[in-house]
């Protein structure tokens, strides 16, 4: 990959307070075996 | 190298990576390194066979790559498919890929430490941050927005 020629490099260093990697997705809810049955 | 510029927001750049199946799901896997695929839910990290952890190092070729635009990054694609441009008439259709090998194009989080060019980066950490899938359909979109948690886009 060309990202251009070496003599124009510089250094940046990154340090975010979160990486930006995202959660998985939650499972998707079981549906309950039986009804909840009022109180 | 004189200094560094210290930051905390990601940089967020362009690349391509290949989508292939790796066991029963598929993965993105780098785009000029063939079977080294993307880790999912964790940081995918440079590494170098002479500098092991240490990469990107000044004056290698070692880090993770990315492009400053996207049409940087659609330029690389033209290339790897062979689809040259007309003299003072670019091409600016993406051209169609083999079958059952699609690409995505997607913009990619940088961080840790970073050598800036005037073209790209090479960077220690990467995570994908959103994806346009090229040769890829609805099924495919949806496996990998479960797999990495974030956004792409069918073709």
Request: net charge negative; with cysteine; glycine share 8%.
């Amino acid at each position: 990959m060309d990202i251009g020629a070496p003599d124009t490099e510089h250094e940046i260093e990154i340090a975010p307070l979160d990486e930006p990697v995202p959660a998985p997705a939650p499972a998707p809810a079981k549906e309950p075996a039986q009804e909840p049955i009022p109180a | 190298m004189s200094s560094s510029a210290f930051l905390t927001e990601p940089i967020v750049a362009w690349r391509l990576w290949h989508v292939r199946r790796h066991d029963d799901v598929h993965r993105l896997e780098s785009f000029t390194w063939h079977h080294v695929s993307w880790p999912a839910g964790t940081r995918f990290e440079a590494e170098c066979s002479t500098h092991g952890v240490a990469a990107p190092v000044e004056g290698h070729e070692c880090g993770i790559y990315a492009f400053k635009t996207r049409e940087l990054a659609e330029d690389l694609l033209r290339r790897y498919t062979g689809v040259r441009q007309h003299y003072g008439r670019p091409n600016q259709e993406l051209p169609p890929l083999r079958q059952g090998c699609p690409i995505a194009i997607g913009r990619v989080s940088l961080w840790g430490r970073i050598l800036a060019r005037e073209n790209g980066f090479r960077a220690q950490y990467a995570y994908p941050y959103e994806l346009f899938l090229i040769g890829g359909e609805d099924t495919l979109a949806r496996e990998l927005r479960g797999l990495y948690a974030v956004d792409v886009w069918p073709s």
